[in-house]
């Protein structure tokens, strides 16, 4: 791995500064914690580290899991169970000269920019039904040809479930029923595909190197689309869950709703999940060790679903662990994850004649695509307040001579698809709904090579990008 | 609105109108839920079914003397209980409880059968704990343990059981007795814990960890 090389502006220093002295008001005016408490902390009474580990969103400890395993139904009802929380961000990244048209590759790059903000209703609903819904507002959405950025709203994360849980000295039962539109938005564990990212993810074009936009090992569905998963959690030492995802239409249009339906992922038919995993606690130890899956068959065309062959046939298989130690005042813990993705394509799109920017042929394109992504990260965090973690990424695959794209920065000349990396993480939470977080992300290779990967003289190293935001939540 | 839409309302709202299952309920706020469905159902997510947690965060209950329940309950509800540990976890559970659910839950859990800690303390660290629970530390003034807790620790009364408690869990509350009025309730305790150091403090734990439950 190569070293590289990142310095703060005098204008980035100004807006940390600025940024943290807002916050060091903020906290000192705060008017105590109990009346910061979102929705699900209003509903149980409980604080923020009871259910996330040391406090970082969106991990969950032992008692989270359960908590939400049981459909949030513990506690009391609440009346408006609505949160919201929000992220003003500031991304850098390495080299923006490197370009032909660095204002366009790299908008709002080193600018502090209110990024992104979601709504949530949540909370428990009857003694064994409760819902954890998300509304997502991205500021930075789309842009029209004049450059001007529009701001956007859609679904986000969605998870509606009906749990019961029978329980006396001997045995313990949880199982329950999800509707969610995500596979593993559900899952209780943060090694999960749907949790194990890097949070939060702003949009404009000068963060699309930062963490949140590296490979994740995930199902190649996506977010959108509408499932129904059944689970069971015995004695507190097996999982298992199986279910089935749609395209989200008729009453589980809401799931997708905001989303175009350019952007919507459309499913054929119904398409298998499944998860299952063991788990252990030992004193201030818990670990978990599982496996999920999803064969799904996506329409190459989202606004034309006519032709039943014209999908994208994906087999993706993980593994995935899970390691904590929670001790007040110390919370250290480790996941890994990996995801093996098999990706036939249309016949109509398989065995394609490409040629490069010179005209030269090259291999025709795949009929099989396979793809692997390893992840794993490792963290610390003190009193709920101080944290710090590191994380190393690396996606291998087929080359193909679909991937080839000439184009300076996002482009690929190899048509491999290896990205690599690490990214390493501090953060602050002066109170438990506020965090502020400074994460760096080193890239080795980067579509597909180190060294000149998109055919202009840009190198992996030059897109490594420096990331600060300050998330609320209330 | 079509047919689909009505019967996901209709279901929503017939599902939303009641539906209180209360023998398997986990609502801390409706006083018709007994004690001992609140002991399994919510307690049990971070003590145990049994009141013997995995996690030394949190205390073994099995085998609590029921007074001393009952007050540490009435203690969280009405907030004069004021440690980390209180008002991060017990607070909020506790605030809608009733005085039939606290007598409940002390019940339930005081009919528990502690079971056996692992020994962790260093066998050096043991006796010399054990030398402060059965005989105190005369030239400091620090009274023995065991002539409020009981000669095998297992308390009475308003006096807890403390014999196989987390060794954790009691150096943390040893140490807020000593530096903090977080536990009104417990001056005495506090006239305790004065002189002990940090070290008198961490063996008399690990002794009443390894202690053999009674």
């Known amino acids: 791995m190569r070293a590289t090389s990142l310095h703060l502006s005098e204008e980035m220093v100004r807006v940390l500064t600025r940024a943290a002295t807002l916050v060091v008001i903020i906290v000192t005016l705060w008017p105590g914690y109990a009346l910061a408490l979102p929705t699900f902390n209003r509903q149980t009474g409980q604080n923020c580290q009871a259910c996330h580990a040391g406090g970082q969103f969106p991990e969950l400890t032992p008692y989270g899991r359960l908590f939400k395993l049981t459909g949030y139904t513990l506690g009391e009802r609440q009346t408006l169970p609505f949160s919201a929380m929000g992220v003003v961000s500031d991304s850098k990244v390495n080299n923006a000269t490197k370009s032909d048209d660095p204002k366009a590759d790299f908008q709002k790059n080193n600018q502090l920019i209110f990024a992104t903000a979601s709504a949530f209703a949540a909370g428990k609903i009857t003694d064994n039904l409760g819902a954890f819904l998300q509304v997502t507002y991205d500021n930075y959405a789309s842009q029209s040809d004049d450059g001007k950025f529009h701001g956007h709203t859609n679904a986000d994360n969605m998870d509606i479930r009906y749990a019961d849980r029978s329980i006396d000295a001997n045995h313990d039962l949880i199982w329950g029923i999800s509707a969610n539109n995500n596979p593993s938005v559900q899952d209780v564990w943060n090694s999960a595909a749907a949790w194990m990212q890097y949070v939060p993810v702003p949009s404009p074009t000068s963060s699309r190197f930062i963490d949140g936009t590296t490979p994740y090992p995930g199902f190649a569905s996506g977010g959108n689309i509408a499932g129904i998963t059944a689970y069971a959690y015995w004695n507190q030492w097996l999982y298992v869950e199986a279910g089935g995802y749609r395209s989200a239409k008729g009453i589980a249009s809401f799931m997708s709703a905001g989303i175009a339906d350019a952007n919507k992922t459309k499913l054929k038919g119904t398409n298998p999940y499944w998860r299952a995993t063991l788990t252990h606690e030992w004193g201030p130890h818990n670990i978990m060790v599982g496996t999920s899956g999803m064969i799904a068959d996506v329409f190459n065309d989202p606004l034309d679903t006519s032709d039943p062959n014209s999908v994208h046939h994906f087999r993706d298989i993980g593994v995935d662990s899970q390691y904590q130690y929670l001790l007040d005042p110390h919370t250290v813990t480790v996941q890994v994850a990996y995801m093996r993705d098999h990706h036939r394509v249309p016949s109509f799109l398989a065995n394609q004649p490409v040629a490069d920017v010179n005209g030269n042929p090259l291999p025709n394109t795949n009929a099989i695509d396979r793809t692997n992504v390893f992840r794993a990260k490792a963290s610390y965090v003190y009193e709920a307040k101080y944290g710090t973690s590191l994380a190393f990424f690396n996606q291998t695959g087929t080359t193909d001579s679909a991937l080839y794209d000439p184009t300076r920065v996002q482009g690929n000349i190899s048509g491999n698809p290896v990205v690599r990396g690490w990214t390493s993480e501090v953060f602050w939470m002066p109170i438990q709904n506020i965090r502020l977080g400074l994460q760096y992300t080193i890239y080795d290779k980067y579509n597909g090579a180190s060294h000149n990967y998109d055919g202009s003289g840009r190198n992996a190293s030059d897109n490594s990008s420096l990331f600060f935001y300050v998330w609320g939540a209330y | ?214």
Not at chain 2, 2 to 14: C, E, G
Not at chain 2, 28 to 46: H, K, R
Not at chain 2, 101 to 110: G, P, R, T
């Open chain 2, 1 to 214: 609105m079509n047919t689909q839409r009505l019967i996901l309302l209709a279901v929503m709202v017939s599902l939303a109108a009641g539906c209180a299952n209360e023998p398997r309920s986990r609502d801390i706020a409706n006083p018709n839920v007994s004690g001992e469905t609140l002991a399994l159902q919510v307690c049990s997510n971070c003590h145990g079914a049994t009141g013997n947690p995995k996690s030394p965060n949190f205390p073994n209950l099995a085998g609590q003397q029921e007074v001393y329940v009952v007050a540490e309950l009435r203690g969280f509800k009405a907030h004069s209980r004021q440690d980390p540990a209180g008002f991060e976890y017990m607070w909020g559970i506790s605030h809608n409880l009733t005085e039939k659910q606290i007598q409940e839950l002390a019940e339930h859990f005081a009919a528990q059968k502690p079971e056996h800690q692992r020994i962790e303390g260093k066998p050096e660290r043991i006796v010399a704990g054990q030398a402060i629970f059965s005989g105190g530390i005369p030239d400091k003034g620090v009274p023995p343990c065991a002539s409020c807790h009981g000669s095998e620790g297992q308390g009475s009364a308003t006096f807890p059981r403390i014999a196989g408690q987390h060794a954790d869990y009691l150096v943390k509350q040893l140490t807020v007795f000593q530096r903090t009025n977080e536990r009104p309730a417990a001056t005495l305790m506090k006239t305790v814990a004065h002189n002990l150091t940090r070290e008198n403090i961490v063996n008399v734990a690990d002794y009443l960890q390894a202690m053999p439950n009674q």
